[in-house]
């Protein structure tokens, strides 16, 4: 089976189980899962032109607004968490943010803070809203219709003035975890890559505004001078594998707005493909993939394939356009050492596919995300190429 008829497979199967495209199932959200599976789902229309799989993505759109746009079914509270009456939130379905979609309902505003059980209660998670600011994007893009856009900036600004805020000692800071209202922080230390994703993701919408030859909802100006504050001085290296990727990700992102001349900060993109190439070399050190699948996380792995496949696309643009991109081709020498790792998306997938390894609890613990993602790796066009 090819990759397309794969990630067609995966994408069927998840759409069914999860109650999106099966009235008879209860709708089964997660953000995260979801923004790449909006993704996976305009990549398969762009390859195929068969309706269907765009009609899944606004779908699934519609179904998380829905449900994560409002007050969970065991919380007293009920309607749009942005407070908004019905019709209204129907019209700003992202204005109030979107929970993330955990099992447990989220610790209250006295309630004493556990580590363990944090990571399963509710709540709303900044780089979350960030990925689905970016499918809500892809949905313009596929669409031509630019109201996903409008709500993609509704979201940011809705999420970047509860996230960030400025200390007593003036220092600007961002909460890595907000309560599902974005009343009071559930979790107070910054995201690491949280601020890099802010101002990548703020731009990438401003430019969408900008191709629907309309004046922006918000101009984005003192947002993201927030978020270069905040990434000032800070490192971007990591040696876990999604935040790895993400940088890979962010990295082809800035590289296509550069290409567009929307994008003025080559020092930011010399420092991601600095940054992202040390980390996989780091990583990569360690023999990640000599473990079994029983102490592999999939889903961390398939971020970093996602994120190879994007080195690709900018390997391939560069080499198609051998005298372009004034002050960019500084990132060759770091490109060339990501080429030691070419190999790299094509052996995770591999692994994933076996069906022994999807047999694995730490599979099946995750699947909805391992699913999709694998699906993402290997048809990645809609989420690379909004």
Not at 203 to 210: D, I, N, V, Y
Not at 325 to 331: A, E, L, V
Not at 334 to 340: E, I, T
């Amino acid at each position: 089976m090819d990759n397309i008829s794969a990630a067609k497979k995966i994408m069927t199967e998840f759409a069914e189980s999860t109650g999106l495209t099966n009235p008879e199932t209860a709708p089964r959200r997660y953000l995260w899962t979801d923004a790449f599976a909006v993704c996976n789902f305009i990549g398969l229309f762009r390859h195929s032109g068969d309706r269907k799989w765009l009609d899944n993505a606004l779908m699934l759109v519609d179904q998380v607004h829905h449900v994560l746009g409002r007050h969970r079914s065991d919380d007293e509270r009920q309607g749009w968490i942005s407070g908004l009456k019905e019709e209204d939130g129907r019209r700003h379905p992202a204005i109030g943010g979107l929970r993330i979609g955990k099992k447990a309902n989220e610790r209250g505003f006295n309630e004493p803070f556990d580590d363990r059980e944090e990571w399963d209660r509710d709540g709303q998670y900044y780089h979350y809203l960030t990925k689905w600011m970016h499918a809500l994007n892809c949905v313009s893009s596929a669409t031509g219709d630019p109201k996903f856009n409008t709500w993609a900036m509704e979201l940011a600004m809705a999420a970047h003035s509860a996230f960030v805020y400025t200390m007593h000692t003036g220092v600007k800071r961002m909460s890595w975890k907000m309560s599902i209202d974005l009343t009071y922080p559930l979790v107070d230390s910054m995201g690491h890559h949280d601020p890099l994703d802010g101002w990548i993701t703020y731009e990438q919408l401003r430019s969408t505004a900008m191709k629907f030859s309309r004046a922006p909802v918000v101009n984005f100006d003192s947002e993201i001078a927030d978020m270069k504050v905040l990434c000032g001085g800070l490192s971007w290296a990591t040696e876990d594998p999604l935040g790895i990727g993400g940088l890979l990700c962010d990295a082809f992102t800035v590289f296509q707005l550069r290409m567009k001349g929307l994008f003025a900060e080559t020092d930011l993109l010399f420092e991601l493909m600095e940054a992202s190439s040390e980390s996989l070399d780091a990583f990569m050190a360690l023999r990640p993939l000599a473990h079994p699948a029983s102490r592999r996380l999939a889903f961390r792995e398939l971020g970093l394939s996602i994120g190879i496949h994007a080195v690709a696309r900018i390997k391939n643009a560069m080499n198609e356009r051998q005298d372009g991109f004034p002050g960019i081709r500084r990132i060759l020498p770091w490109l060339d050492r990501l080429s030691c790792h070419d190999g790299l998306s094509e052996a995770i997938e591999k692994f994933w596919l076996e069906p022994e390894n999807r047999q694995s609890p730490a599979w099946t613990e995750h699947q909805d995300i391992n699913d999709v993602m694998l699906a993402t790796s290997l048809a990645p066009e809609g989420f690379l190429d909004p």
